[in-house]
Each structure stands twice: as C-alpha cells, then as structure tokens.
Nanobody, 124 residues
Framework: QLQLVESGGGLVQPGGSLRPSCAAP????????VGWFRQAPGKEREGVSC????????NYADSVKGRFTISRDNAKNTVYLQMNSLKPEDTAVYYC?????????????????WGQGTQVTVSS
C-alpha cells in the first residue's frame, strides 16, 4: 500500500525551529497537492498548510501564518514544512497527505495518501 513518510519532528524549546519532511517512496508527488495537518491530544485534526502540485499556490492556517513555510522539491520527491518561532500550542502529531485536487485536500482534508505522523513537542 502506498504511503507517505514523515520525518524531522522532535523536541524543541519555545521560539525554536524544526523542518519536518514528507517523502513518497514508491510513487511520484509531482501531480499531487500536499498538505500538512496536525492533531494534538484531545483535539480534532486541523489543517496547517497546503501546497499545489506546481508549488505555485500555498495556504496556511491563521495560527501559523508568518511562522511556517511549506515548500516542495519535486526532484527529491519531498515536501517540507519549515516551522519557526514555535510555541507550546504547536505541540501535536504532524501528518502529511497527498491528493490530486487541492480543494479536496486543503478544505475538506480528504487525502488519497497519508503518512503515519511525526511528533512535534514544544516545551522548555
């Protein structure tokens, strides 16, 4: 079964940075929009950021605007989420997902492929 693989989470102090990656072993991400989502304990999964297949369209949740940047390197078949100025409320499991239609992924949170998630913990 095709699946995405996240890496690059970890423990960081408030104000620090992390750059999780989302890779797709076994298939190409070139034709897919990719999104990052997160789920904190006791909370519903929420959208964080999405990027179109070309990389020309990106969007962000209000809570991360100005701090997070999504990017993709199709040559490496990988999507990144640069997270700066991290806050304790950013603590969550971060998942990436891929979907051919940007609207279905970013608005409806419907993905064709999902990863297992990577833990991000922001704590002093």
């Amino acid at each position: 079964q095709l699946q995405l693989v996240e890496s690059g989470g970890g423990l960081v102090q408030p104000g620090g940075s992390l750059r999780p990656s989302c890779a797709a072993p076994g298939f190409t991400l070139d034709y897919y929009a990719v999104g990052w989502f997160r789920q904190a304990p006791g909370k519903e999964r929420e959208g964080v950021s999405c990027i179109s297949s070309s990389g020309g369209v990106t969007n962000y949740a209000d809570s991360v605007k100005g701090r997070f940047t999504i990017s993709r390197d199709n040559a490496k078949n990988t999507v990144y989420l640069q997270m700066n100025s991290l806050k304790p409320e950013d603590t969550a499991v971060y998942y990436c997902a891929a979907q051919a239609e940007l609207f279905r992924l970013c608005v409806l949170m419907v993905g064709d492929y999902w990863g297992q998630g990577t833990q991000v913990t922001v704590s002093s």
